[in-house]
């Protein structure tokens, strides 16, 4: 029986869908092709295919209740496991039952009476770049403080988004834990915090924040509670991914100079 799929694709890679699918078209039922937007996916299908780069991963995880399979049309693309022209591996590896599901979770942001929620990470800065006093709070343990632009807290999925960049901890992405990193701190204090995703975390500030989730600006605030969300989305990728090969092909860590002497 011929598995159903939709396929789901940035606004501006509609060409690159519609190639991709006149090619599984003939092993696959496509019921269904849209924008990542804020329209649902038909439950009937058995996945969505997802072209566009880990952004548009993103949006669909948050509007999708299938497994997601990504096609990279990016730059870095850790949550699209597939190129454009590796199509024939991907049907290969359907036709072997070389997929499996892994689920990724999702933490829950709450400011006043307002819910968010994020796959990557959450931003809580001042908007005018003027340095502020956080307060970050665990459970009922002892508060934090820290004179910086912000905090970021991040998922293991999002540790390798601006958490990288600002030299957090690299995090498996199976791994169940939180992250917790000041951004631009006056004093030496650059250096994240890793807890269990049961504690829940309250950070406040001094003036008023801008909070954004997986880079959107979503209100102003100057306390936010984050949490363990009961949401969750599911991945479908080939059994043989290997997340430290991912790190070396993507972003050169681990590679060793050795591997950059023998590319010469």
């Known amino acids: 029986m011929n598995r159903k799929a939709a396929i789901v694709f940035r606004s501006d890679k509609a060409?690159?869908?519609?190639?991709?699918?006149?090619?599984?078209?003939?092993?696959?039922?496509?019921?269904?092709?849209?924008?990542?937007?804020?329209?649902?996916?038909?439950?009937?299908?058995?996945?969505?295919?997802?072209?566009?780069?880990?952004g548009t991963v993103l949006k669909a995880a948050k509007l999708l209740d299938v497994p997601l399979i990504g096609f990279k049309a990016g730059r870095v693309g850790f949550l699209s496991y597939y190129k454009l022209e590796e199509v024939q591996r991907f049907l290969?590896?359907?036709h072997d039952d070389k997929l499996i599901l892994e689920k990724r979770w999702m933490v829950k942001i709450r400011t006043h009476d307002e819910y968010f929620h994020a796959v990557n990470d959450i931003v809580f800065?001042?908007?005018s770049r003027q340095m502020s006093e956080f307060n970050v709070v665990f459970d009922s343990c002892s508060n934090l403080?820290?004179?910086?632009?912000?905090?970021?807290?991040?998922?293991p999925t999002g540790s390798t988004a601006y958490n990288l960049s600002l030299g957090g901890a690299i995090v498996i992405p199976s791994s169940d834990v939180l992250q917790i990193l000041p951004i631009a701190p006056y004093y030496l204090q650059n250096r994240s915090i890793i807890v269990p995703s049961q504690n829940k975390v309250a950070v406040s500030a001094s003036k008023e924040?801008?909070?954004?989730?997986?880079?959107?600006?979503?209100?102003?605030?100057?306390?936010?509670?984050?949490a363990k969300s009961?949401?969750?989305f599911t991945l479908l990728r080939p059994n043989y991914y290997d997340f430290?090969?991912?790190?070396?092909?993507?972003?050169?860590?681990?590679?060793?100079v050795q591997n950059e002497m023998d590319n010469r």
């Open 209 to 226: 924040c801008e909070i954004l989730v997986d880079g959107v600006p979503v209100g102003r605030a100057v306390q936010i509670e984050i």
């Open 92 to 94: 290969n590896d359907l």
């Open 145 to 155: 403080s820290f004179f910086a632009d912000g905090i970021l807290v991040s998922t």
């Open 244 to 256: 430290f090969t991912v790190l070396k092909e993507k972003v050169g860590y681990g590679r060793g």
């Open 125 to 127: 800065h001042t908007p």
């Open 15 to 54: 060409k690159e869908a519609q190639d991709l699918a006149k090619q599984v078209g003939t092993h696959l039922q496509i019921t269904q092709m849209c924008e990542a937007k804020n329209e649902r996916i038909d439950k009937r299908c058995d996945f969505a295919i997802v072209v566009g780069g880990d």
């Open 230 to 232: 009961e949401r969750h």
